[in-house]
Each structure stands twice: as C-alpha cells, then as structure tokens.
C-alpha cells in the first residue's frame, strides 16, 4: 500500500473537488477550436486551463473563444500565462474569477521570456495575495523544496513542479528533483506541469506517484491533436495504474552480489 | 438575374466580380466609403496554398490553388516568387514540424537561402523554399477589383451606403465579414495585428516566414520595393483597431531578427482588425432562402475569395451544392 492517501475508487481530489481523469489539458494553439474540442473529448479530461492575459484586451474581448470553451462542459482552470510581474497576475486572477466564476487559478509568473521559467518570488507573493483573497490557487514553480514549502505555507493545496521549460516537450529533465518531491510532500497533489512531449513522459509522471499531468503543446502541435489526445489519456492511465500497482525496483546487474560460486546456470 | 452583394470587402469583391463576369446584374453595397476598407485593408497578401496547409486543413490548399491562377491570370496583381520559410538554429525543430505537414517545398541550406534572398545569407542555416507561390499587395489587389467592377455596364457600385437583404433582388450575397455575426452566431473573431516598414536598406523579393514556437512572424514585400508589411499576430480577441505594446514589441524583434537592417526602418503604418472566423477555421457558404452568405475566411482572405467567390456563383447561378462547404 502507497503512503500517498487515495480514495478507494482512485478519485484525485484538488481544492475538495474529485476528479477521476487526470490528464489537464491547454486550449492554446490548436489548429481550430473545433479540434480543441475533439482532442479535449479524445483526452476524457475534466479540467482545461485557459489564458486570459492576453486574450482579455482592453475591454475582455476574448468572449467568444471563452464561450467556446465554456460550451466544452469541462471544469475550466484559467491561468495566468504571459503574466511576469505579481500585480499584473492578481489583476488577471481576479478577472479569470469573473468571466469563468471559479475560484480555481492556475498562477503563472514568468521570471523568463526564453525559458518561461517560473519567478518563484513573485509566485509564493501572488500565491499569498490571491489564498486571502478566497482563490484555490494552482502554482507553476518548479521542483525547489523550499519554495514547495512556501508555496504551501501561502495557501496553495496543489503544487505544480515542471517538467521542463514550458513547449519544449523534453519531458521529465530532473527526475531526482521531481522524486525528492514526491517524497517530501506525500499528501500534497502533485501535477507534473509544462515540458511534457510524448505520452511517455506523461507515463513517467505518473509511475513516478505524480499525481497528475498538465500539457498542452504536445498535443495541439501534434500531427494529429486528436490521436495524440487519446494517447495521452490512455498513458496517463497506464502510469497510474503502474505506480498502484507499486513498480518493481530494478536490479543492478553490473556489480554481482551473489558469490560465483556454485553458480548453476551459466 | 439581379444579385445584391453587400459588403466590398475581398470576399464581396470576388463575388460581384464573378458574377458579373457570368452576366449578372450586380449591385453591391458598402457601408466605407471604397473598396476593401474593413479587414482586408490589414491583410498580408501572400497567395501561399501549400504554406498554410501547417495549420489548416486540406481544403484550403486545395481551393487556395485556385487563387493563383485568379490573382495572376484573372486579374494579375500578383508575382509568383515563391515563399521562403526559416528558423533560427535553436528552432530547427518547427522546420522540421512544417516540412512534416506541408509539400512543394525544397529543402535549403544556410547558402541556398543566401542564393534565393542575398539579404538574408548566412542568417539562417535551414529553411523551406516554396517556388509556386505567389504574393499581392492587398490594396493594389481590392482597388483594381473597384476600378474593373466600375467598368462593367452590368454592375453598380454603392460606396458609403449601409443595406439590408432586399427583396428587390433576385439573390443577396452577405459577405460582411464580422459584421454578420448577429445572423452568423457561430463566427468568432481573431484578432491579427500588423506594421508597415520603410527602408532603403532592405531587399526582399518575397515573403519571408520566420517560425518560432510562440510567435511565428511573416514580412512581405509590399508594391513599394522600400515597403514591408510585418505580421501578423493571432490572438483570441475581438477588440479591432488596437494594437498592444508586446505584440508590437514581438513584430519587431522577430523583423530585426530575419534582417537587422529593420532597426533603422522607418515605422510608417501600425493597424489591425478582426479576422471572421468559424469555431473550425474553414469557410463556410450559408444559404438561407434566397441570401448566401460567404464567411469564415479567417487568415484565408486573399488566399480562398477567388474559388468561394466561383462556387458562391454556382450556387446562386445554377442552384450548385457544395457539402464540403454547405453542410
């Protein structure tokens, strides 16, 4: 039996919300939202992040493609992305908090333009304001313990560690880090978030007792969203169900530790 | 047969000038006071069926082919020079996701590229040349489409003039664009932002495609050979007419990347508008009683009028359906 507390029909449970898909999806840069919407139902996921930095203009001109994706019946967990300082990321919560009528944000502060990496100063800053401010925040940081740890003592009930830089699709770059995580944090849900390129990875994840993943890039960009959705979903599932059924550990056959001899079966 | 075409922007255009050509009495209407004044006065003008076929399904390929002949034969406004593709070397990878998707394409190397623009030799060692295709100046492009409807006896024009489906009419063609969307609920706009550059200091005799994975850049020579028209950007938003800072800020930077002499160019036109577009990004031909409306084109403007404005005519002409674009 696991150490990570589960539910008995294996529910993942975020801010007192269950769900039983746990793949989270993006909706940016398919080739049309009607193939969002195929990949999005290929997947069986139940949460999508949206961005409305951008998309908001001056006067919350995004209206239709957010009704798009409200018409999509999934849970909508809008972001932040394309925010890089605190206030410019509360403002944008707050307004998320609007136009979805969610508590639910996934808080992105960008601290690099290249690498999109997380600012985890301004993070566990705006992950404060926004906890006070009655917001179940979704933090994107990266595999660092303290600012894990103070990200927590924030507010957040969720941590959301990358995998890699966000579109790079080079999947799990610190596989140590991401493991200390895991084990640091037992009872903290824990999603994999940005960096993911191939079901595999997302497989990785999961195996690893992550306890979801969130990715976008490698299936709107995929050659065919659609199939590369449904493979997502049928990986994460296979991750899952590995680190269950507890992985066996594996033998390193470079250094013998039995005596030779007597060996029978040479 | 009398038709109203309402809306003079490329779609309405195209259509009037079809059916006129076909014989009918047309009469379009337009709220601006001239030709192509609403989204197409943005547009970037390249007539590129394969190039786009990276984002978009095989139908605008397939009906975009048609537009070279128009643009070039029809009414020939535009220079079959091909169109280049390239990447900066840490984006080798988009190259290599647009060759996977597209065709008609050679592969070049650092000095291909060099061959085909001298301006932009050794800035980029891979890229995608694709020879067959064309690009306009979609000014030039509306503005001949105004003066050769001006000239047909069987076509009357009406500038500054707001109109409605009239019964008068034995058809209506609606291709007002986003201005539908009260009748057309399914359109969505997309927003696309763009500038105009001027500098002596720059040779560029096609269109140049930059890929990167956020934010892919295109500039096109303009009629001026001193003229470029750099953009454009996608965004979910329906706020026409405004463009923000950081879109400005990525245009040129990505400009500045593909040729540094952009730094000295003088910044001569900043714009944007709306880009109709249906939750598929296809077009789509509406027939409702004795209207059609032809809308959707998106990013397709220039590239898909010709070949809906042929169908739009058989179907208003000879009762002709299309399922691939009527269902």
Known sequence: MKDVARAPDDALEVYGTRLSSRLFVGTSM???????????????????????????????????????????????????????TVKEAVTTAQMAREVFDTPWIKLEVIGEDDTLQ????????????????????????????????????????????????????????????????????????????????????????????????????????????????????????????????????????????????????? | MQVQVIGAGIVGLTAAFELARRGADVSLYERRPGPGLGCSYYAGGMISPWCERQAAEPIVTELGIEALDFWTKTLPVATIKGSLVVAPPRDRADVVSFSKRTSEFEE????????????????????????????????????????????????????????????????????????????LPDLRGVKGEMLVLRTKDVSLARPIRMLHPRRPVYIVPRTDPHEFMVGASMVENEEPGRITARSMMELLGSAYTICPAFAEAEIVEVGGDVRPTYPDNLPRLTLRDRTLAINGLYRHGFLLAPALAARAADVVMKGAHFPELMQ
């Open chain 2, 108 to 183: 070049c190397d650092s000095r291909r590229i060099g061959e085909i623009e001298p301006d932009l030799a050794d800035r980029f060692p891979y890229g995608l040349y694709f020879p067959r295709e064309a690009h306009l100046e979609p000014r030039d492009a509306t503005a001949a489409l105004g003066k050769a409807l001006a000239q047909l006896p069987n076509v009357t024009l009406r500038y500054s003039t707001e109109a409605t489906a009239s019964e008068k009419f034995d058809f209506t063609l609606d291709c007002r664009g986003f201005a539908a969307k009260p009748v």
């Open chain 1, 118 to 266: 997380p600012d985890v100063f301004g993070l566990v800053e705006a992950a404060r304001i926004l906890s006070e401010d009655g917001f179940e925040v979704f933090p994107y940081t990266t595999e660092d313990l303290v600012v894990a740890e103070k990200l927590l003592g924030a507010g957040c009930k969720v941590l959301m560690p990358w995998g890699a830089p966000i579109g790079s699709g080079r999947g799990l770059n610190n596989v140590f880090g991401l493991k200390a995580m895991r084990a640091h944090f037992p009872d903290v849900p824990l999603v994999v978030d940005a960096g993911i390129g191939a079901p595999s990875h997302a497989a990785q994840a999961l195996e690893m007792g992550y306890d979801a993943v969130l990715l976008n890039t490698a299936i709107a960009k995929a050659g065919d969203a659609v199939a590369m959705a449904h493979a997502f979903k049928l990986a994460v599932a296979a991750g899952r169900e590995a680190w269950l059924a507890t992985p066996m550990e594996p033998r390193d056959m470079a250094a013998p530790s039995t005596p030779v001899f007597g060996v029978a079966f040479r």
């Open chain 1, 30 to 84: 398919y080739d049309s939202p009607a193939i969002l919407a195929d990949a999005v139902r290929a997947s069986a996921c139940e949460v999508v992040t949206v961005s409305l930095r951008r998309e908001a203009g001056g006067s919350r001109a995004g209206g239709s493609f957010w009704d798009l994706i409200k018409s999509m019946n999934v849970r909508v967990l809008p972001n932040t992305a394309g925010c890089k």
